[in-house]
């Protein structure tokens, strides 16, 4: 049983191109100049080797874009929020954007170098991976450091919990720390975190389920999906043979989808059983996955660059046009 206070566990971009928008039903051409607003609902990709971020309304019709980024690797948006925040990774910045994707606030030069990954927070600030400087750190909501954690190792990924006020934070050693999510001191990370989890592989997937009390984790390495109890870290269960487990979202009745990379798949994991309930394959390069409306998933392919829309057992949309897109995220009107 895992006690508190540090105890180690061990677990066994170039020009935009013109995008085209197919259906299962018939073909169309969704691109716009974008400054859009969202409506009902609006599909935020992180379109890496383009260098950009664009969004997309619910039949794949662009309705925002933003250009001012360089390989960006991640993005995140808080429930209720009218912000979000992307890791600009080769521009070394972090950097707070409206719904519109118009600029409100970026991190100072020098700040972070190779930012992977960003978590929202309810106050408006982020947690970052400052993934070559070896460091999470947490900014406030105009982009100014509050504190910096020393990982003693290249930080990978970070993801909120809404209902612990803590933020988890893992590096590329395999290794999982928590913390508070309003930490404000300087030091080091396995000296301030409430605990610490070891001996996963590199992890390629992170997402906290607050509603239900779980941490979901790609172990890449490991070829599992691994989930964990939110309030003390214990393992309740693992999902094997999983070839590139990659990004990860959680479903409001607490399943998890889960792209997967190599296999080609996207998977809807029971929260319960940890068994698969739903299934798409034949996908290239799954990257990362969204909640869409009902049962829907959305999910980005890297290798095949585009963005699917999988509903109902098929593919429902597909969005051309993309190149190595590597995150996506859903916001609909009602803030989810």
């Given at each position: 049983m895992l006690k508190r206070n540090l105890i180690l566990i061990p677990l066994m971009l170039a020009l935009p191109a013109l995008l085209a928008v197919t259906t299962c039903d018939t073909g169309t051409d969704g691109a716009d100049d974008g400054g859009g607003t969202p409506g009902e609902?609006?599909?935020?990709?992180?379109d890496k080797m383009n260098d950009r971020l664009i969004g997309f309304d619910y039949a794949g019709e662009q309705r925002v874009l933003d250009l001012f980024v360089t390989r960006p690797t991640d993005m995140d948006i808080h429930p209720g929020a009218d912000k979000l925040w992307v890791a600009d990774y080769a521009n070394d910045r972090v950097t707070l954007y409206d719904l519109e994707l118009?600029?409100?606030s970026t991190t100072a030069d020098g700040l972070v170098n190779d930012p992977y990954t960003v978590a929202m927070l309810p106050d408006g600030g982020c947690w970052v991976a400052d993934r070559v400087n070896g460091d999470f750190v947490r900014l406030d909501d105009s982009a100014l450091p509050v504190c910096r954690l020393d990982a003693g190792a290249p930080t990978r990924h970070v993801a909120y919990d809404?209902?612990?006020g803590?933020?988890?934070?893992?590096?590329e050693n395999g290794t999982?720390?928590?913390v508070d999510a309003d930490w404000s001191t300087d030091g080091a990370a396995a000296a301030v975190a409430d605990f610490t989890l070891e001996d996963l592989g590199v992890i390629r997937g992170l997402v906290v389920d607050g509603?239900?009390?779980?941490?979901w984790v790609s172990d890449f390495d490991g070829d599992r999906?691994?989930?964990l109890d939110s309030e003390d870290g214990a393992l309740?269960?693992?999902v094997l043979n999983l070839d590139g487990p990659m990004g990860l979202a959680v479903h409001p009745d607490g399943d998890c989808w889960v792209a997967v990379r190599e296999d080609g798949r996207v998977l809807r994991i029971d929260g319960t059983s940890f068994d698969v309930v739903t299934e798409y394959d034949e996908l290239s390069g799954p990257e990362d996955v969204a909640v869409g409306e009902g049962d829907d998933c959305w999910v980005v392919e890297a290798t095949g660059n585009t963005l699917k829309l999988l509903s109902d057992g098929e593919t429902a949309l597909t969005v051309e046009g993309l190149s190595s897109p590597c995150g996506v995220e859903y916001y609909d009107a009602s803030g989810r």
């Open positions: 609902g609006i599909v935020y990709v992180v118009d600029f409100e809404s209902a612990g803590r933020v988890w934070l893992g590096d999982l720390y928590v509603d239900n009390g779980l941490v999906l691994i989930c309740l269960g693992n």
